[in-house]
């Protein structure tokens, strides 16, 4: 398998962390995203929306998305499960997962950071509390929803789950944006026990091919 990624993506980070937790082996391919590289006719031609990550699997058919690539090594390769059978527990990690996929990372990312400053000339500062409300809009209902769900070292359950792997990349990605996190003590004992997981680091952007220091 082939991953065209890019090593701040939190979509990219998200179906890293998931080939480790499954143990599948793949070849990384960095599409630097700051340099335009996903507009590249022939990348294009895989990811017809211009974003990260893609995925190559064996038969040479690619996808695009990471939830839907997520979905497809489910069902290829369904151990470890991250996404739980039974109906509740099923319930919880998707609503979970879809806060941080359909809430927080569409109004984030750097396309629309980069329209925020490129097109309609906000500042810096005005970018930087433009992201930092739609975290805390977002954080504050998963932490909401952790509470409600008497989390512990996970999101869900005492396994990881899709929630784990959605929550940690956004969590990494507010950081390094200086978000205020100290309201969401949930969200961190999450972090901070996946994070240190074996699988978590390997997937984590300064271990990718590619990566550029801040």
Request: with cysteine; glycine share 6%.
């Amino acid at each position: 398998m082939k991953l065209f990624s890019f090593f701040n993506s939190s979509a990219s980070y998200r179906v890293r962390i998931a080939l480790a937790l499954k143990g599948i082996e793949y070849q990384t391919e960095p599409v630097n995203i700051r340099l335009g590289e996903q507009y590249d006719t022939k990348y294009l031609q895989l990811n017809p929306v211009g974003v990260v990550p893609t995925l190559i699997d064996d038969e040479g058919n690619s996808i695009g998305q990471s939830l839907a690539i997520i979905d497809y090594l489910e069902r290829c390769f369904p151990v470890p499960q991250l996404l739980p059978q039974g109906a509740q527990i099923r319930t919880q990690v998707l609503e979970i997962a879809s806060i941080i996929a359909c809430d927080i990372h569409p109004v984030n990312n750097m396309r629309v950071l980069r329209y925020l400053t490129d097109e309609l000339q906000i500042s810096d500062s005005q970018k930087k509390n433009w992201y930092a409300h739609w975290i805390k809009v977002g954080l504050g209902a998963v932490e909401h929803l952790l509470e409600k769900n008497n989390s512990g070292n996970y999101c869900v359950g005492d396994q990881v789950t899709l929630a784990d792997c959605f929550l940690i990349p956004q969590w990494a990605n507010a950081l390094r944006m200086e978000c205020e996190l100290s309201y969401y003590p949930r969200c961190q004992k999450v972090y901070q026990h996946c994070s240190a997981l074996p699988e978590f680091i390997v997937a984590a952007p300064e271990n990718q091919p590619g990566f550029i220091a801040p």
